[in-house]
């Protein structure tokens, strides 16, 4: 028997969790505690002109523009046609249906969709899937290989993709890569000239991450996961916000936003999280809501939260204003990437 995320280690009391459920269509990995109940609006489901979010019992304001999430990856179950590079510990497969479904439930409009570099590393094939079979919902980012001589080529390749809004690297301390590598130095010229973001996961290895962006100043880069390094199973460690100070610094950087991304998971309280806002709020007064891109990170964080547990502490905190919230949960996304979903 499958479990759901609730059951994987999401912590929720245990009167909220529901019985073992089997995979399917109607209990894919993305089914909350809360069951299949849809979420209601003054206006009607999905809308989202002025009214009332209620989602498992919760009323929440609507915000009046789009929802989007500033990273989740999908991914196929794991075959010959397409397999893994690795096996993570994630749900066997959260297919670009599926996701476009748990954001339904919840009244996420859009999703910037990173390829998933655990699975499928520098193949975005899937991805560009998705983007086919939902244009207004899935904007998609694709991982792109330092050691790759003709990278510069695959960028351009890239850039004719319809949907196709950035590109990322990793840089995180096992690629041992320096500030000056020259896959890198061929990856950021090339992002200027087809005016592509960069997204950059640097957690764990700041000083990197920081240099190469000094180093490129013209690039527009985008952090993943708050610069912080973040667990993939419950609990988080002691000190998780150990490099907020380094985060803090970086927002010095004008050629750089930062995702949001993941933060639930950096809780040591059980749900709704309440002690991630004095450090999320150090790094809100640093980098202005217009630079802060929300985001939850499904399917890396789904054995922490579930994705309405990584929705719903930002929809429901009274730490944000209307305007800030809106931004922080779309708006700053929208200008980051030039994309916003379709109405």
């Known amino acids: 028997m499958a479990t759901s995320?609730?059951?994987?280690?999401?912590?929720?009391?245990?009167?909220?969790?529901?019985?073992?459920?089997?995979?399917?269509?109607?209990?894919?990995?993305?089914?909350?505690?809360?069951?299949?109940?849809?979420?209601?609006?003054?206006?009607?489901?999905?809308?989202?002109?002025?009214?009332?979010?209620?989602?498992?019992?919760?009323?929440?304001?609507?915000?009046?523009?789009?929802i989007i999430d500033s990273q989740v990856h999908a991914y196929e179950a794991n075959t010959p046609k397409r397999p893994w590079a690795t096996q993570p510990n994630w749900p066997p497969h959260v297919t670009g249906d599926e996701m476009v479904a748990a954001m339904d439930k919840v009244g996420v409009d859009g999703a910037i969709f990173i390829s998933a570099f655990s699975q499928y590393r520098y193949d975005a094939s899937y991805a560009m899937e998705v983007a086919r079979a939902h244009p207004t919902r899935m904007a998609i980012v694709k991982p792109v290989?330092?050691?790759?001589?003709?990278?510069?080529?695959?960028?351009?390749?890239?850039?004719?993709?319809?949907?196709?809004?950035?590109?990322?690297?990793?840089?995180?301390?096992?690629?041992?890569?320096?500030?000056?590598?020259?896959?890198l130095d061929r990856i950021l010229r090339a992002a200027v000239r087809h005016d592509?973001?960069?997204?950059?996961?640097?957690?764990?290895?700041?000083e990197a991450g920081t240099a190469v962006i000094d180093r490129h100043p013209e690039t527009r880069f985008i952090i993943d996961h708050l610069a912080i390094l973040q667990p993939r199973v419950p609990p988080a460690p002691p000190n998780p916000w150990a490099d907020l100070p380094k985060v803090l610094e970086l927002a010095k950087r004008a050629n750089a936003v930062i995702k949001v991304s993941g933060a639930c998971t950096l809780s040591r309280e059980p749900y709704p999280f309440n002690d991630i806002w004095d450090p999320l709020q150090r790094v809100f007064d640093a980098w202005g809501f217009e630079r802060c891109l929300w985001g939850t990170d499904w399917t890396r964080a789904f054995a922490v939260v579930?994705?309405?547990?990584?929705?719903?502490?930002?929809?429901?905190?009274?730490?944000?204003?209307?305007?800030?919230r809106a931004m922080l949960m779309g708006g700053a996304c929208a200008k980051a990437y030039g994309w916003s979903p379709a109405k």
């Open 5 to 66: 995320p609730v059951e994987a280690g999401a912590p929720v009391p245990s009167t909220m969790v529901p019985p073992r459920m089997t995979m399917s269509c109607m209990d894919c990995p993305f089914r909350s505690e809360m069951g299949s109940r849809a979420f209601h609006t003054s206006m009607g489901t999905g809308s989202r002109k002025s009214g009332i979010l209620v989602i498992g019992g919760s009323r929440m304001p609507i915000i009046d523009s789009p």
């Open 145 to 183: 290989d330092p050691d790759d001589p003709a990278v510069a080529d695959v960028i351009a390749e890239w850039k004719k993709v319809p949907g196709a809004v950035g590109i990322r690297i990793m840089l995180r301390k096992e690629e041992k890569r320096p500030a000056d590598h020259p896959g």
């Open 196 to 206: 592509f973001p960069v997204n950059i996961l640097c957690w764990d290895n700041v």
């Open 306 to 324: 579930n994705y309405e547990q990584a929705v719903k502490p930002f929809l429901e905190t009274k730490r944000l204003s209307d305007s800030e």
